[in-house]
């Protein structure tokens, strides 16, 4: 086969490119008509998944009523994530320090979970942990395993942090991110401008975050433009949506 006919072939094997938005969080990503991968066509940089572990499967979904066997992490993120990086130049998104995050939110038992967890992420080197080559951060929320993350160094998934975490000397590499309910702190919910006092605190908390080398994200807040708007404006490192094309059309604007 000609040289240049195998250049064809092995770019036609890559994954079609997209704009990636750094900022663009799909909230509980699996309800999704097809999960993952809407959150992949739109170059979403983070994505969600609730997990339970049931007879020794990690299945995805918000309540237990909810799971099938079918919808487990495995089949859902782990092997299709790891497959694209195999096709695309060993990242997901194939451009150098474009990690994906990927927020696995424990529904309950969680130090059982996490260690399942960690079993499976070891089929999957792709996946894994590289200082200086990171694809996909895990980033462990819910019913946190805190000592067992701590254990590991964070090295297998970060911590998923709390404000009151801030003060608990955990380093930037355990704890990556800090998630707070925004109903919590701001009472405004989209309607009229953001009260001045409220823009000053919330620049505050961002600032806190980013001067420790953390992200900030807030869940609970409306799923709006206005909200959106607000929160890019201050430096809030995650807009939170279930409108994924909305969110997309929205950043590009900005």
């Not at 770019?11 to 969080?25: F, G, N």
């Not at 927020?103 to 059982?112: A, E, F, P, Q, Y």
């Not at 980033?139 to 998934?157: Q, T, Y």
Request: proline letters at 4%.
């Amino acid at each position: 086969m000609l040289p240049t006919m195998v250049a064809v072939l092995a770019a036609l094997t890559l994954i079609s490119p997209v704009s990636v938005l750094p900022r663009a969080h799909s909230h509980n990503d699996y309800a999704q008509q097809r999960p993952l991968q809407e959150a992949l066509d739109n170059g979403f940089s983070s994505v969600e998944a609730d997990i339970f572990l049931v007879e020794g499967k990690l299945l995805v979904g918000h309540n237990r009523e909810d799971l099938k066997p079918e919808r487990n992490l495995e089949a859902m993120y782990l092997k299709p994530l790891a497959d694209r990086i195999k096709q695309n130049h060993g990242w997901v998104y194939g451009e150098a320090n474009k990690t994906l995050y990927v927020l696995v939110d424990i529904k309950s038992d969680g130090v059982n979970v996490y260690e399942a967890f960690k079993k499976t992420l070891t089929h999957f080197p792709e996946l894994q942990y590289k200082k200086d080559h990171m694809a996909v951060r895990f980033i462990i929320s819910g019913d946190r395993p805190i000592e067992s993350i701590v254990r590991d160094k964070g090295l297998v998934a970060g911590l998923d942090g709390r404000w009151e975490d801030l003060s608990k000397g955990f380093s930037a590499q355990v704890m990556p991110w800090v998630s707070e309910d925004w109903l919590d702190h701001f009472k405004w919910i989209g309607a009229g401008e953001f009260p001045a006092e409220m823009q000053t605190k919330l620049q505050g908390m961002v600032k806190t975050c980013h001067d420790q080398g953390r992200k900030i994200r807030f869940w609970g807040a409306p799923d709006s433009k206005s909200v959106w708007s607000v929160h890019w404006k201050n430096g809030v490192d995650w807009l939170n949506t279930d409108h994924l094309a909305n969110l997309r059309a929205w950043m590009l604007e900005q």
